[in-house]
Each structure stands twice: as structure tokens, then as C-alpha cells.
């Protein structure tokens, strides 16, 4: 059974960083390196959307309101994937889940999410 677990969340000033962490359990490495992970955002009253995405060869993309702050990067032999946020604004408060994309994104395996608050 796969299992996506994230952690690092937590209360932060704004202009402060965070590191999240998330990690897969049940997939063997060769099946974990090649598939795509992404970082969603759920903001309250808001939709959810996707903050960012990994490839397997490496290659990213980010929500316009993340470009330059956040940066998301994967440890294959951990199969860890992790969103480094800097620069932090209260507008990134919500729940942060980890994603592993199957056909699509709400075809994957989710992790359980993680609460991000930054305080103004």
C-alpha cells in the first residue's frame, strides 16, 4: 500500500521559512524515481491548487505565486520530495499535500497534509 507522510509545517513569522518533507512508503525506488510528485495547496475558501511539481528527470514548475520563493526537489534513494519555502507570506497559509501523479493529479496517491500558518 503506498503511503505518502509530509511533515515540517508548522506557525511562521512572514518573511520566515519552512521545509517540508514527504516521504513514500510501499513503492519500491525504481517505480518511485519515475514517476512525477507535486506540493498542492489548500488555502481556506479557496480552491485547491498546485504550488509545484517534480519530474523524474528533475524538471519543475511552480504556481505563478511561488516562482522565486519556493523551490521543490527529490532525494530519489529517500524517495523524499521536499518544498523549500522562503520568503514566506500569510496568502500561503492552508494545508499542504503531498501528491504522487497517477494519470492525473486526482488519480494519484495523496498524503494526509500538513498545516502551514504564517502570521503577519
Known amino acids: 500500500q503506498v503511503q505518502l507522510v509530509e511533515s515540517g509545517g508548522g506557525l511562521v513569522q512572514a518573511g520566515g521559512s519552512l521545509r517540508l518533507s514527504c516521504t513514500v512508503s510501499?513503492?519500491?525506488?525504481?517505480?518511485?524515481?519515475?514517476?512525477?510528485m507535486g506540493w498542492y495547496r489548500q488555502a481556506p475558501g479557496k480552491q485547491r491548487e498546485l504550488v509545484a511539481a517534480?519530474?523524474?528527470?528533475?524538471?519543475?514548475n511552480y504556481a505563478d505565486s511561488v516562482k522565486g520563493r519556493f523551490t521543490i526537489s527529490r532525494d530519489n534513494a529517500k524517495k523524499t520530495v521536499y518544498l523549500q519555502m522562503n520568503s514566506l507570506k500569510p496568502e500561503d497559509t492552508g494545508v499542504y499535500y503531498c501528491?504522487?501523479?497517477?494519470?492525473?493529479?486526482?488519480?494519484?496517491?495523496w498524503g494526509q497534509g500538513t498545516q502551514v500558518t504564517v502570521s503577519s
Open positions: 517534480i519530474t523524474s528527470d528533475g524538471s519543475t
Open positions: 501528491v504522487r501523479r497517477g494519470g492525473t493529479w486526482d488519480g494519484g496517491y
Open positions: 510501499g513503492i519500491i525506488f525504481n517505480i518511485f524515481r519515475i514517476g512525477t
